[in-house]
């Protein structure tokens, strides 16, 4: 699977949006990119997903780079909740099946 | 409620001893998964299943052994042959076709071998 890049971590404050970058640049065109969050001594949940259009959940949204070699995601208002590991994820649809392979993430601080 | 369950939450075992991991599913998925998760790092795929009574190393199987008699079912045998087991593990479940194939995670089991 193609490879993704995050900063280890990022701060952000209560109500204030977040934007979460990750870079992919060996992105082939069949990957799909989703988001995980992990909270702490928690397993992992789904937070977004989207292959080449911009995507808005109750959570979160997703905004891909028209070249696709990068997307954002975007918390509209932080919570204290919001503190966790996020991870970016390739799938690719036709070779990993229902795998994902995890990276480091990046490690959200939430300040009240 | 639908879910997956892990048990135990804790468990503890002296060095040298197999140990089992239970995990259950009442989703109706086909796939399931095992990943060990070490401090401050991601999640490394141990094993998964895409069918009963089938499964596939991953990236780190040395030293673990599954089973998949039922669909529900995915136990995790931690064998003396890991040489460093302490961690903290996680199985997931999912649908193997159709959407995005979301992976669902149990609460983990955090295993300490003394």
């Known amino acids: 699977d193609a490879k993704t890049t995050q900063p280890n971590s990022m701060e952000s404050n209560e109500e204030e949006p977040v934007h979460l970058p990750c870079n992919h640049s060996?992105?082939?065109?069949?990957?799909?990119i989703h988001w995980y969050r992990q909270l702490p001594s928690q397993g992992p949940e789904y937070v977004i997903h989207?292959?080449?259009s911009n995507v808005n959940n109750r959570m979160a949204s997703l905004a891909i780079a028209e070249d696709r070699k990068s997307s954002t995601l975007i918390l509209h208002r932080a919570t204290l909740r919001d503190a966790a590991v996020y991870y970016c994820?390739?799938?690719?649809?036709?070779?990993?099946?229902?795998?994902?392979?995890f990276g480091e993430g990046t490690q959200l601080t939430v300040n009240p | 409620d639908g879910g997956i369950t892990q048990s135990p939450k804790y468990l503890f075992r002296k060095e040298g001893q197999n140990v089992t991991l239970s995990c259950e599913q009442n989703?109706?998925?086909?796939?399931m998964y095992w990943y060990r998760q070490d401090p401050g790092q991601g999640l490394r795929l141990i094993y998964y299943?895409?069918?009963?009574?089938?499964?596939q190393k991953g990236d780190i199987a040395e030293g673990y052994s599954v089973s998949r008699e039922k669909k529900e079912s995915f136990p995790l045998t931690v064998t003396s042959a890991q040489k460093n087991p302490t961690a903290f593990y996680l199985c997931?479940?999912?649908?193997?076709?159709?959407?995005?194939?979301?992976?669902?995670f149990g609460p983990g089991t955090r295993l300490t071998v003394l």
């Open positions: 060996t992105i082939s065109g069949t990957d799909y």
């Open positions: 989207g292959l080449t």
């Open positions: 989703l109706n998925h086909d796939a």
């Open positions: 994820i390739l799938r690719d649809r036709e070779t990993s099946g229902s795998r994902l392979t």
């Open positions: 997931a479940s999912s649908l193997t076709s159709g959407g995005p194939l979301t992976q669902y």
């Open positions: 299943s895409q069918i009963v009574n089938d499964f």
